[in-house]
């Protein structure tokens, strides 16, 4: 069964109260003691020169030392098979991290190698390494089982290598990863056979060079932008589960002040739809890559993070077109979450954990695995193992005034940082005067948002009316109008909306969101307004 055919349902509270988030926010870091490039490899085939290089450029701009790179002889192909990966994949490495004494290995006659310690943490699997390994239709020493999961023994070549300190010969099925939902360092994690293994693969080679570039940089400058979640796909059976997911990174964000756009209607975003700024993108569910995506003058912000849940979402990071990875890292974001095959839903990555990882400073690495039930199975991890987009999180002084350098995203993320602790109405009172005292154009229409998604349609149109003659670029104030006029429909005052849209049209009849105001405009001519009833004296 597809991941939309399963009813597995997950649903996890937000871990932490408003004041321990704070803390955690401001106080949470990972050990600087042990830099993570000296806990880091890098993996490459031997064979793809362009391998070889992208493998050099990225250990000299994450310093990682020389003897941390391991070229492999290994097919040029995407997908190979099990005979394939043992030979030239597995077998070498684990004889590597034996020869380099990255493993203390316990041996004992008869029995499989038992790792009890491990220096190495993160694999960073370079572009020219195969992708996947298809299934075999029998292996000595496997077991397979019955039912849709045992029965199976296809992977992703990364997953693979995350638990080949296992050595497990039972390829069927998928081993349960113990990091799954953990919320500390992989350095002070007490299982040394786990390995974090992420891909720095895309298109083409000056694709996953700028990859490497733009993580780099975010960290210094930190990642800032506009949340898009896009909950679709809510009448097949079993979208609850990843609706629920993305309803609860919706309330993350809020919490830490980063602006979101939430489309929770069956349509996933239009084409046309004025998605700027986006730093990051969650949604589901589509078998390949469209909408807004698929414009040729669409970018994500640098170090930008998109994922889409869907069952094949990675089959191949070689077409700049096909399914959604490839697509997404072409289009600018550094880093994504992918599946090589079907994974069932109930191991597919967790999105409302990763996002909730990410935020807390850990490595892209370490959220994606926190985020993953299962190794030895479909999923892949495309980006720098090391990024950490909210680095600069780390250091936010509570005490101290908003910078006077602060761009308007800056400003929002430290205000919500700083007043978390605050009961919601407070907050949200101080929050409307200081967006508008500041101007911040962002910070008002996400305060609008909240106000629509809480019910408060009234409120949430004072935003919306305000944020329209803040912003100054035609997209964002087209945005707005398409909020806003939703907001008066859902009011029953349909010719707000359509005086509205009309003069919108007005002013800018040839721009690409035409057609998604013309569609209010028939909406809004077809709803009969309601008049209030008057009240009894």
Same mark, same amino acid.
């Given at each position: 069964?597809?991941?939309?055919?399963?009813?597995?349902?997950?649903?996890?509270?937000?871990?932490?109260?408003?004041?321990?988030?704070?803390?955690?926010?401001?106080?949470? #870091?990972?050990?600087?003691?042990?830099?993570?490039?000296?806990?880091?490899?890098?993996?490459? #085939?031997?064979?793809?020169?362009?391998?070889?290089?992208?493998?050099?450029?990225?250990?000299?701009?994450?310093?990682?030392?020389?003897?941390?790179?391991?070229?492999?002889?290994?097919?040029?192909?995407?997908?190979?098979?099990?005979?394939?990966?043992?030979?030239?994949?597995?077998?070498?490495?684990?004889?590597?991290?034996?020869?380099?004494?990255?493993?203390?290995?316990?041996?004992?006659?008869?029995?499989?190698?038992?790792? &009890?310690?491990?220096?190495?943490?993160?694999?960073?699997?370079?572009?020219?390494?195969?992708?996947?390994?298809?299934?075999?239709?029998?292996?000595?020493?496997?077991?397979?089982?019955?039912?849709?999961?045992? @029965?199976?023994?296809?992977?992703?070549?990364?997953?693979?290598?995350?638990?080949?300190?296992?050595?497990?010969?039972?390829?069927?099925?998928?081993?349960?990863?113990?990091?799954?939902?953990?919320?500390?360092?992989?350095?002070?994690?007490?299982?040394?056979?786990?390995?974090?293994?992420?891909?720095?693969?895309?298109?083409?080679?000056?694709?996953?060079?700028?990859?490497?570039?733009?993580?780099?940089?975010?960290?210094?400058?930190?990642?800032?932008?506009?949340?898009?979640?896009?909950?679709?796909?809510?009448?097949?059976?079993?979208?609850?589960?990843?609706?629920?997911?993305?309803?609860?990174?919706?309330?993350?964000?809020?919490?830490?002040?980063?602006?979101?756009?939430?489309?929770?209607?069956?349509?996933?975003?239009?084409?046309?739809?004025?998605?700027?700024?986006?730093?990051?993108?969650?949604?589901?569910?589509?078998?390949?890559?469209?909408?807004?995506?698929?414009?040729?003058?669409?970018?994500?912000?640098?170090?930008?993070?998109?994922?889409?849940?869907? @069952?094949?979402?990675?089959?191949?990071?070689?077409?700049?077109?096909?399914?959604?990875?490839?697509?997404?890292?072409?289009?600018?974001?550094?880093?994504?979450?992918?599946?090589?095959?079907?994974?069932?839903?109930?191991?597919?990555?967790?999105?409302?954990?990763? #996002?909730?990882?990410?935020?807390?400073?850990?490595?892209?690495?370490?959220?994606?695995?926190?985020?993953?039930?299962?190794?030895?199975?479909?999923?892949?991890?495309?980006?720098?193992?090391?990024?950490?987009?909210?680095?600069?999180?780390?250091?936010?002084?509570? #005490?101290?005034?908003?910078?006077?350098?602060?761009?308007?995203?800056?400003?929002?993320?430290?205000?919500?940082?700083?007043?978390?602790?605050?009961?919601?109405?407070?907050?949200? &009172?101080?929050?409307?005067?200081?967006?508008?005292?500041?101007?911040?154009?962002?910070?008002?229409?996400?305060?609008?948002?909240?106000?629509?998604?809480?019910?408060?349609?009234?409120?949430?149109?004072?935003?919306?009316?305000?944020?329209?003659?803040?912003?100054?670029?035609?997209?964002?104030?087209?945005?707005?109008?398409?909020?806003?006029?939703?907001?008066?429909?859902?009011?029953?005052?349909?010719?707000?909306?359509?005086?509205?849209?009309?003069?919108?049209?007005?002013?800018?009849?040839?721009?690409?969101?035409?057609?998604?105001?013309?569609?209010?405009?028939?909406?809004?001519?077809?709803?009969?307004?309601?008049?209030?009833?008057?009240?009894?004296?």
């Amino acid at each position: 069964m597809p991941i939309r055919a399963l009813k597995f349902i997950f649903h996890m509270k937000y871990r932490c109260c408003a004041v321990l988030a704070l803390m955690l926010v401001i106080e949470f #870091n990972l050990p600087a003691e042990q830099p993570l490039a000296d806990s880091t490899i890098v993996v490459y #085939n031997n064979a793809v020169p362009e391998s070889v290089e992208l493998a050099k450029f990225y250990a000299e701009k994450r310093g990682i030392a020389p003897d941390r790179l391991i070229g492999l002889d290994c097919s040029t192909q995407e997908e190979i098979t099990r005979e394939q990966y043992d030979a030239t994949i597995a077998e070498p490495l684990r004889a590597v991290f034996r020869q380099r004494h990255w493993w203390t290995v316990n041996e004992s006659p008869g029995k499989s190698p038992v790792v &009890t310690a491990g220096s190495i943490h993160f694999v960073a699997i370079i572009k020219g390494v195969p992708l996947k390994i298809h299934s075999a239709d029998s292996y000595s020493g496997d077991q397979p089982g019955n039912g849709p999961i045992r @029965s199976r023994n296809e992977a992703s070549v990364d997953s693979e290598l995350s638990a080949i300190g296992f050595y497990s010969r039972e390829i069927s099925g998928a081993i349960p990863n113990s990091y799954f939902r953990s919320f500390r360092a992989i350095s002070d994690f007490n299982n040394p056979k786990v390995l974090l293994a992420c891909r720095l693969d895309a298109p083409s080679a000056a694709t996953v060079r700028r990859m490497v570039v733009d993580a780099v940089a975010t960290e210094k400058n930190g990642l800032w932008g506009r949340a898009y979640i896009d909950a679709g796909e809510k009448n097949v059976a079993g979208s609850t589960t990843g609706n629920e997911w993305l309803t609860e990174i919706v309330g993350q964000l809020h919490k830490v002040g980063i602006p979101v756009v939430y489309e929770n209607t069956p349509a996933l975003f239009p084409d046309v739809y004025p998605l700027t700024d986006c730093a990051l993108y969650y949604g589901w569910y589509a078998g390949k890559v469209n909408g807004p995506f698929t414009r040729p003058d669409f970018r994500f912000v640098p170090g930008a993070i998109a994922v889409h849940i869907y @069952s094949f979402s990675a089959s191949t990071l070689r077409d700049p077109n096909a399914d959604w990875v490839g697509p997404f890292v072409t289009k600018g974001a550094a880093a994504s979450l992918g599946n090589v095959y079907e994974p069932y839903l109930q191991l597919t990555s967790r999105l409302d954990t990763f #996002n909730d990882r990410l935020l807390h400073g850990f490595t892209f690495a370490e959220s994606a695995y926190m985020a993953t039930p299962a190794l030895s199975w479909m999923t892949v991890m495309v980006g720098d193992p090391l990024y950490r987009p909210y680095e600069s999180w780390l250091q936010i002084d509570v #005490n101290a005034q908003f910078g006077k350098n602060a761009n308007d995203w800056q400003m929002y993320h430290e205000f919500a940082v700083k007043n978390a602790a605050r009961p919601s109405p407070e907050f949200r &009172t101080l929050a409307g005067k200081a967006a508008l005292s500041a101007h911040n154009c962002p910070m008002l229409e996400d305060l609008g948002s909240i106000e629509a998604l809480d019910g408060n349609l009234s409120t949430a149109t004072n935003y919306f009316q305000q944020v329209r003659t803040c912003y100054t670029k035609p997209d964002d104030i087209i945005r707005v109008v398409l909020e806003e006029s939703d907001a008066w429909l859902k009011l029953n005052k349909p010719k707000r909306a359509l005086d509205l849209v009309r003069a919108t049209l007005k002013n800018a009849p040839d721009i690409p969101a035409a057609s998604l105001l013309r569609n209010i405009e028939h909406e809004a001519t077809s709803q009969p307004s309601v008049t209030p009833t008057p009240k009894k004296p």
